[in-house]
């Protein structure tokens, strides 16, 4: 799939905000870069003009003309404006380019990715292993034919946990702990080796399984579930032999085997209602702050080897 950030869109709905004067709601379309909401300025916008749309993680270049993002670090992030979704960066664009045109490399940006924290910085035995697929959820305005796909069947919704993306391994004999690109050594004083001992995987993990789950607690993306320790909280499981994603009951036997704390479970169902999907993010950790989100998965594997799966970001988050 298309790793662009920065598309040519189309002005397609445009809608009044309660209460304000200077702006206003729009929808945009993008081709490949998917159908987003974000919030202009009143007459500088208006239905089936062009524009130029920046996707969530942008990371603009330092320049006058986008000096107003500077208090924002320069990085497109998802949020609200006076209670209206402000889910990209919609810009004015007059020049002859087709809708769906990715201009990342024309427009110099780059891809925001959150720091790691100094407990987890590990040696790199080797890059991440090519035989199991990296952790990396879509965001469902991205690529809604996957919120139509799923529109009608079993589904489940974890809550998406604030923290950093490991991976367990067990293959061909070789056991390993994995950051989000690199095979790690084995060190204990690593946030992702002390989950991985705590919960003894390089005893029980089964063979040719991969064990993917978000690294959380103090230290780390600011800690907003209010952990007192590093856990880890699991959200899928890999079968490296068979070249798939276990479906959910599997992937729950698992855990539970294993005594791996999951993900919350939020929410399971026969029919996926996809007209539900804009709201599913808005809700709060048990610690009473703003959840970052959540990831919505069909209950099999609807996509050959791995689940329908998306990510539903909540605009209430701050971070």
């Known amino acids: 799939m298309s790793e662009g950030l920065v598309y040519i869109g189309k002005i397609v709905q445009v809608d009044p905000i309660p209460d304000a004067d200077l702006i206003v709601s729009a929808t945009v379309v993008c081709g490949q870069g998917g159908k987003w909401r974000g919030v202009v300025r009143k007459g500088e916008l208006d239905l089936g003009m062009k524009c130029v749309v920046y996707l969530p993680d942008s990371l603009l270049p330092e320049s006058d003309e986008m000096r107003f993002m500077q208090s924002r670090g320069w990085r497109v992030r998802m949020c609200r404006f006076r209670g209206a979704p402000s889910e990209v960066l919609i810009m004015p664009y007059e020049c002859p380019e087709e809708i769906g045109r990715d201009m990342t490399s024309w427009y110099g940006v780059t891809k925001y990715f959150k720091p790691v924290p100094a407990n987890l910085v590990g040696i790199a035995k080797s ?143 026969l029919e996926f209602d996809k007209e539900k999907v804009h709201t599913l993010g808005e809700g709060r950790y048990r610690n009473g702050k703003e959840r970052e989100g959540v990831v919505v998965r069909s209950q099999g594997n609807q996509l050959g080897s791995k689940p329908i799966s998306f990510k539903v970001i909540n605009l209430n988050y701050e971070k």
């Not at 919120?147 to 919704?157: D, M, P, S």
């Open 127 to 269: 890059d991440f292993p090519q035989f199991i697929p990296k952790t990396d959820e879509l965001n469902y305005q991205r690529y809604f034919d996957l919120v139509e796909a799923l529109h009608g069947k079993r589904y489940y919704i974890t809550e998406k946990a604030d923290g950093s993306s490991t991976t367990a391994y067990r293959y061909k004999g070789e056991f390993g702990v994995c950051s989000r690109n690199f095979d790690l050594v084995q060190d204990s004083n690593n946030g992702y080796w002390k989950v991985a001992e705590k919960y003894l995987l390089d005893v029980k993990l089964p063979d040719n399984i991969a064990l993917q789950w978000e690294t959380c607690g103090p230290k780390i993306q600011s800690n907003p579930m209010g952990l007192n320790e590093v856990d880890g909280f699991a959200f899928s499981a890999y079968n490296i032999e068979e070249k798939r994603y276990l479906v959910m009951d599997e992937f729950m036997t698992l855990c539970e085997d294993l005594q791996f704390p999951t993900v919350t479970f939020l929410e399971s169902g």
